[in-house]
């Protein structure tokens, strides 16, 4: 089947900073990126980089932290766990470096008639998380789980609707999006009018998914649920979510 090609953009790195002990901020900005729009929560780019260790190029997802159209420039959110190339690449980003991107892709939009959103992320889906708690109205009520290593990773969440911060720290030797899991298995909710939205690592995503729809009977449209990662897996794709 004939796929029509993505366009790409040619972006320079302005500026990198650490938001958390192991999250890099990487401004991308540069003239190539003059036809890009991103105005929706939770969009994403295709990030194309050249691994350090190895030279070779890959493309991985990241989710838009901020776009302004002025410059123009991105802020993508990076999570430095050690093990892939686009982790090592952004471990040693520094600006002046060229890389390209395409997308954008995946907007969230709200559900008409959901009164209470409960939202659950990982590290890697925390850019895509604070995108859609800082887009909800004023009047909308909800619940945010953000899993991440302990007090010291964690960041300011803004917006206008009334939304409970939950901050669920990893303890040693569990695995990345157990706790996380465990925590939104349990999460109180309203009886009626609840959308949710969670992504990370594909595994506990699984579980949560199934929660969604088996535990609390929502139906799939309300329920959205990416794996974002796999452990021990490269690249990976998640079958089951469909942008
Ligand atoms: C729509 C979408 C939006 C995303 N947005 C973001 C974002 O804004 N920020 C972000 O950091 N990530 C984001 N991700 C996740 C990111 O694309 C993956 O983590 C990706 O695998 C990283 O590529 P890599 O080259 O570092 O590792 P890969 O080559 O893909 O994997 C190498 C190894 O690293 C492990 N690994 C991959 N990711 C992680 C992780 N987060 N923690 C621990 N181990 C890991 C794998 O299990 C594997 O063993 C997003 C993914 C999707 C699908």
Redesign the pocket.
Known sequence: MFRARRTRYAATVKSVSRIAPRMARISLEGPGMSAFRCDEPTQ?VKLFVTDPLDGQT?G????V?HYSSAEPRID????L?G?????RWAEAAAPGQEVSFGGPR?AFRPEADAAFYLLAGD???Q??VLTIAESLPPGMRGAVYLEVEGPQAETEVSGQADLDIIWVHRTTGRR?GEALRDAVLKAPLPREHVAAWAAGESGAVKDIRRHFTEGIGLDRRRAYA?G?????????RDPLASD
């Not at 991985?60 to 989710?63: D, G, L, P, Q, S």
Request: hydrophobic letters at 40%; a positive charge; zero cysteines.
């Open positions: 994403w890959v991985r997802a990241y989710t932290r993508i959110d990076v999570v766990h093990k892939g190339p686009a982790a995946g590290e890697s889906a850019p895509a990345k990416k974002y990662w796999k452990l021990d897996e490269a690249d990976h």
